[in-house]
């Protein structure tokens, strides 16, 4: 069976963000566990919360989702993460605008209406001799699928 629109989603933005100057190929989705203490700059990408309704009608009808992407960036320094992390940040918005096409209006390959930032939170502290850091960049992701088939992006 063919994975949800959400999960092909997650997966198209692992791939688009994989090979990053800063995180490299360390690029996760949902990663639950804590990572080590002196960890080298990670990305995590996850889907917590989506809304939707039915947006056209047809047989079958369309279903509009809206999901909200947080691509999360966590770094481990030895002096404070602030500069690091706008450094993540900034390779995070240039990556994700390279998988939109503005031209023909494709988003991820086609598996999205439209991609919105909207919002961007980043969070500091020292742990003993190490700083760790996060910054979060949130999308709104826009994309349809066929009712009773969410694998069915439309």
Known sequence: MPDHARKQIRDAVVAGLTGLATTESRVYVGRTRPLPKEHQPTLLIYTR????????LGRP???????T??????VSTAGPPDDLLDQVAAEIEAGIAA????GTAVFFGGLAQNVQLTATESVAEADGER?????RVEYLVTYRTV???PTAVA
């Open 49 to 56: 919360s989506e809304s939707s309704n039915r947006a056209v």
């Open 61 to 67: 009808p369309k279903i509009e989702r809206r999901c």
């Open 69 to 74: 992407l947080h691509v999360e960036g966590r």
């Open 99 to 102: 998988m939109i096409n503005y």
């Open 131 to 135: 700083h760790i850091g996060g910054v």
């Open 147 to 149: 009712e009773g088939a």
